[in-house]
Nanobody
Framework: QVQLVESGGGLVQPGGSLRLSCAAS????????MAWYRQAPGKQRELVAA???????NYASSVKGRFTISRDNAKNTVYLQMNSLKPTDTAVYYC?????????????WGQGTQVTVSY
């Protein structure tokens, strides 16, 4: 059984910063790519940022230059540093991971953490 647990969401004023964390636990053999997605009310879930096992990254154009994704392989954890936050960044943020266990490779999702950018 694999679990992804996000933390670090909350309420922040425009221009502020937040750091999200997502820790994977369970019977993990290895972790391939990890990513952050977000879903705003009434909108589809969208990819925010992704990072490969080799630390190559890609970002949605709307967050490039403001958000940074990173990972700590020793801790099975992925981070999302969010700076210069805008009200349009308000959403539930989900992490996902392509994880290999003894049963093979599957994609796993966290439960989500709310990020609200408002005065």
């Amino acid at each position: 059984q694999v679990q992804l647990v996000e933390s670090g969401g909350g309420l922040v004023q425009p221009g502020g910063s937040l750091r999200l964390s997502c820790a994977a636990s369970g019977s993990i053999f290895s972790i391939n790519a990890m990513a952050w997605y977000r879903q705003a009310p009434g909108k589809q879930r969208e990819l925010v940022a992704a990072i490969t096992s080799g630390a190559s990254t890609n970002y949605a154009s709307s967050v490039k230059g403001r958000f940074t994704i990173s990972r700590d392989n020793a801790k099975n954890t992925v981070y999302l540093q969010m700076n210069s936050l805008k009200p349009t960044d308000t959403a539930v943020y989900y992490c996902s991971g392509s994880i290999v266990t003894t049963r093979g490779r599957s994609d796993y999702w966290g439960q989500g953490t709310q990020v609200t950018v408002s005065y």
